[in-house]
């Protein structure tokens, strides 16, 4: 394997910063390995002035780089902040913030988690963009940069080379889904074991479901997820499901959209699109068994779903990441 650069990913630090958010890209990208265990990212952190940033917790941190650094990213990430100024009153840039992106080379990628979106949005990265941000923060979002597309009931939006994030614990799932994107289901389902979080939460998924944890005296749907897991070469129909829950359709279902979020038939269609893409990754099955392991049954289906899910043909997903394992 070649001795390539590291693929640096940027985070700018602002005043009023969530510690949390912070983290989140160190943590999920710093444990991103290839097959020979090198890291794959290098991160690194700016603020706009070398020193003493501010959080909204009771502590500040120290950063070592100005925002010249930014010069250098691949990837540039940007958590939320409760001190954004004009930039959440008025929707434009302070002048030290402008100064700061104008060291971000084109075609560098561009992410925000939560309200960091704002700060895209503001340096017209958004213009005429789909984007999502935290839920509470979505109508204000949209009425002040009208001309941004603002979806407040996704977990995070892939538009290329701008990606954001709603809430908090959605730029976990962001950062997951760029690894995903730029090294596979192996390496990132890998980060988030390390990580202990779900290795999976489809960007479409709700941001906010109105009852995130059933109410104790209520059945819940695990059990018929985790038997559907067991199966998914299999053909599986909503009644065999609402079968292991002992439960109506009807009733299986609005549980079911309660809990994930999503209907199952959805939710089983990315699972089916999750178990061919680790095939397609790490065997050399032929694209008609790939199929039929995933439970799509056809190649043709398959093709289908995985162009819509993921932008490309199961061949051309297969071979962009067999030449980036063998670059």
Not at 67 to 80: F, K, N, R
Not at 197 to 206: E, L
Not at 238 to 257: G, N
Request: proline fraction near 6%; hydrophobic fraction near 40%.
């Amino acid at each position: 394997m070649g001795d390539h650069r590291k693929h640096r990913v940027v985070v700018l630090a602002l005043t009023g910063l969530l510690p949390f958010e912070l983290g989140i890209p160190h943590r999920i990208f710093g444990r991103a390995k290839g097959a020979d265990g090198h890291p794959l990212y290098e991160i690194v952190t700016c603020s706009l002035r070398p020193g003493p940033v501010r959080t909204e917790a009771d502590f500040d941190i120290n950063v070592e780089h100005g925002p010249e650094i930014l010069a250098t990213a691949d990837t540039v990430v940007i958590p939320a902040s409760y001190e954004l100024g004009p930039v959440h009153e008025e929707g434009r840039l302070t002048e030290e913030l402008a100064g700061a992106f104008a060291y971000v080379r084109p075609g560098t990628r561009m992410v925000s988690i939560c309200t960091g979106g704002y700060v895209l949005a503001a340096a017209g990265y958004l213009d005429g963009r789909p984007a999502t941000t935290h839920w509470s923060s979505a109508e204000h979002f949209q009425r002040l940069f009208p001309s941004v597309k603002v979806d407040a009931d996704v977990l995070f939006i892939d538009d290329g080379d701008v990606l954001t994030s709603a809430g908090v614990a959605a730029g976990i799932d962001l950062c997951l889904h760029i690894v995903r994107r730029d090294h596979g289901t192996a390496v990132a389902n890998d980060v988030a074991r390390r990580t202990v979080v779900p290795p999976h939460r489809d960007g479409g998924q709700a941001q906010y479901i109105h009852r995130p944890v059933p109410e104790p005296q209520l059945a819940t749907t695990t059990g018929a997820r985790a038997w559907a897991l067991s199966r998914l070469h299999e053909p599986i129909q909503l009644r065999d499901m609402a079968d292991q829950e002992s439960m109506s359709v009807r009733t299986f279902t609005r549980r079911f959209r309660e809990e994930a979020g999503i209907s199952p038939g959805q939710w089983l269609t990315r699972q089916r699109v999750e178990r061919a893409r680790h095939l397609l990754e790490s065997t050399d099955l032929s694209v008609d068994q790939v199929a039929r392991d995933a439970g799509f049954g056809t190649a043709q289906s398959m093709r289908q779903h995985l162009q819509a899910a993921l932008g490309v043909p199961p061949t051309a997903y297969r071979r962009a990441f067999r030449a980036g394992a063998e670059g």
